[in-house]
């Protein structure tokens, strides 16, 4: 290598990068840089308390602030990670001879705060595979917010800050590439298609009328819905993955949706239902005709 196109690699080592870091379960460990001296590093994680975080009665941007607790990891300059765990996590650094570091103490942000504080805060995000469900893994470790909202930098779920049931959803598809907007769960049938009954496979959702779930794994009845799948959700405190009768929504009449983008092309006559919601979702559980 030339030395002029050595000496410039080099310094663009040397600079100090932040920002956010996306790696896929199994990669190579992703390694954090010290500050722009090299000088002895102290580092942190901060994980956001799994708390109520409520945006429906606060206006942007004054919205509930995300608490994060500090937990100190390492003093060294590079900081280590493995990549064995979906989900999003935060990392700070500060000097080790920064008395005044502010992250050596609880704090709180509605936004993200790699984006607000980028020479020092690093976000790391792990998602299981590059499918629909795998990218709904990166909210893995992020709290539940009611009602995320769109800050100066960005929305708030598309940031990793925290999510709802409906903002999950929606996540995993504009990841993909798919701009579908974020709405509450009822907006989401603009997006979506009744499923028929036996060909509900993973990544379709379960809409209850006020919460979804999506379909993480087919565990009974090929095909059918069952109390024993496993559904992934973003339901206080925090989005995560559990068997459909351990969800808080066991015994609640849901349908069986998929996103338009995702149905057969040529899904003949069997797809043709009404596309209005499910009756039973627009009246209480214990309604006659629901039961």
């Excluded at 995993?172 to 907006?187: A, N, V």
């Excluded at 808080?248 to 797809?271: H, I, K, M, N």
Aim: hydrophobic share 35%; net charge positive.
């Amino acid at each position: 290598m030339p030395g002029s196109a050595l000496t410039l690699l080099l310094a663009a080592l040397s600079l100090p990068w932040s920002g956010t870091v996306f790696a896929r379960r199994g990669d190579s460990p992703v390694h954090l840089p010290p500050t722009a001296d090299s000088a002895p590093t102290i580092w942190y994680r901060l994980d956001p308390l799994l708390e109520l975080h409520d945006n429906s009665r606060r206006i942007s941007p004054r919205l509930d602030p995300i608490r994060y607790r500090s937990v100190v990891l390492d003093t060294t300059t590079r900081l280590r990670l493995a990549t064995d765990t979906a989900g999003t996590r935060t990392y700070a650094r500060c000097a080790l001879t920064d008395s005044a570091c502010p992250w050596s103490r609880s704090i709180g942000n509605s936004g993200a705060l790699a984006e607000r504080y980028p020479e020092n805060v690093f976000q790391v995000v792990v998602r299981a595979d590059d499918t629909y469900v795998g990218f709904l893994q990166e909210l893995l470790g992020t709290p539940f917010v009611l009602l995320p909202r769109r800050l100066p930098e960005g929305h708030q779920t598309d940031l990793r800050v925290g999510s709802d049931c409906a903002a999950l959803a929606a996540y995993g598809r504009r990841r993909m590439g798919d701009p579908i907007p974020y709405h509450g769960p009822r907006g989401l049938f603009a997006h979506l298609l009744p499923v028929p009954e036996g060909r509900m496979r993973i990544g379709d959702i379960l809409h209850y009328g006020e919460q979804v779930q999506v379909v993480f794994q087919d565990r009974g009845r090929k095909g059918l819905s069952d109390p024993e799948d496993l559904v992934i959700q973003s339901w206080h405190p925090w989005p995560r993955i559990v068997s459909r009768d351990s969800s808080g929504w066991e015994g609640v009449p849901f349908r069986v949706y998929r996103f338009r983008a995702d149905a057969p092309t040529d899904s003949g006559p069997e797809w043709n239902i009404p596309r209005s919601p499910w009756r039973c979702l627009d009246k209480p559980p214990k309604a006659k005709e629901c039961r």
